[in-house]
Nanobody, 125 residues
Framework: QVQLVESGGGSVQAGGSLRLSCAAS????????WGWFRQAPGRERERVAA????????YYADRVKGRFTISQDNTKNTLYLQMNSLKPEDTAMYYC??????????????????WGQGTQVTVSS
């Protein structure tokens, strides 16, 4: 059974930084898509960042471009999201996800097969 476990969330002041981690276990293959999504109360889940296996450039939502960085350590089967210059509007539950289908765009939540339980990020002004 594939498991994704996020960690690293917390409460910070605006302008601060956090690094989220997502540890994957339970499968031997490699994911085609790795992504981070977030959902704030009363709002729809939105994509934050994504990596495509063998792809050149990661995808970033406009709202986080230049502030967030997605990275991966394949030796540890771990995905990261470095978040700098955090803003109150970044407050949300953050989820990592893995998609196994080759050829996906990796931009839509429906393309992801496995999800973590989420980690809360709260940014105060």
């Amino acid at each position: 059974q594939v498991q994704l476990v996020e960690s690293g969330g917390g409460s910070v002041q605006a302008g601060g930084s956090l690094r989220l981690s997502c540890a994957a276990s339970g499968y031997s293959g490699s994911s085609y898509c790795w992504g981070w999504f977030r959902q704030a109360p009363g709002r729809e889940r939105e994509r934050v960042a994504a990596r495509i296996r063998g792809g050149s450039s990661p995808y970033y939502a406009d709202r986080v471009k230049g502030r967030f960085t997605i990275s991966q350590d394949n030796t540890k089967n771990t995905l990261y999201l470095q978040m700098n210059s955090l803003k109150p509007e970044d407050t949300a539950m953050y989820y990592c996800a893995a998609g196994m289908v080759s050829g996906s765009s990796c931009l839509y939540s429906s393309e992801y097969n496995y999800w973590g339980q989420g980690t809360q990020v709260t940014v105060s002004s």
